[in-house]
């Protein structure tokens, strides 16, 4: 997994956006915020080689937790590189996919044809991209980006509509979470568990963006904190978070430092506990 933006709101330069490498591509994206800036700073690490138009040509799925600006603003902007390449027929149109409201609004706010262009027949008449929506629950094969890769999606609650997607690859399972307040307990213990009890690896990448004070802000505004986080993997039995790698994104810029104070109790409950940072390369179920 290559972190292209970790933070969340605020600085577009950094905002939530990953990708996830299988077999030395990257054919899958997870949210878009900072696409552009996070590959130039993977570019200087060295973590990633090549280039910007070849890395965009590679991607063949993007998936999309929800449409607040953090999660999409880089995608928009650098999808004139994807136009280009459908006009040019240089590469397939990539899958979108998300929730159903995620993807009307879509359609109707961003690739509209006002806003930005409109992507449904910007390339002469021909899709720059193809929508898909995901049901609650629903699980779509992707044998196009790699043999035996299963999507599966799980609707949640924000202020809007938003997904989580659970990436099933050869046993192990990447689960990315858009942004969320505290779940029901049958959240994890009804959908979440049955999905990821025989995995032999389970990785999470979930929001924490305020820190244990700023509890009733977050509730509020559909977000987690380290306490309010600890509660929700509480859920999970130990066996399963013997095996868990949990990922913590999306922290709001001027809470990090409380909220890294405040991470050994959620340290204590999982197999390790990694705070991503822009331009860094994770290897799962490593
Ligand atoms: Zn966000
Ligand atoms: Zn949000």
New binding site residues.
Partial sequence: MLALGVR??LYAGD??CYLVGIDGRFPLQLDG?SFTEGVDRALALGTLKGTLPDLVAGLRAILVT?I????LHGWALRSVIDLGQRLRGEAPAPLVLSNPDTVRSLQRHVFNGELWFDAATAASGKPVYLYQSLGDGETLPLEQLASGLLLHHLRME?PVPTSAFLIELDGQVLAYF??TGPLPPTFWKERFLPRVEKARRVSVVI?V?FSNEKEALATSSG?LTPTLLASQLAHLPEPLRSRLDLFLT?LKPGEEVGIHAQLEPLRSMVRSLTVPVQGARYALGR
Avoid: I
């Fill in positions: 969340g709101g905002s939530s915020g929800h607040h600006l953090d999660h924000h858009g942004d929001e963006s977000h999306h």
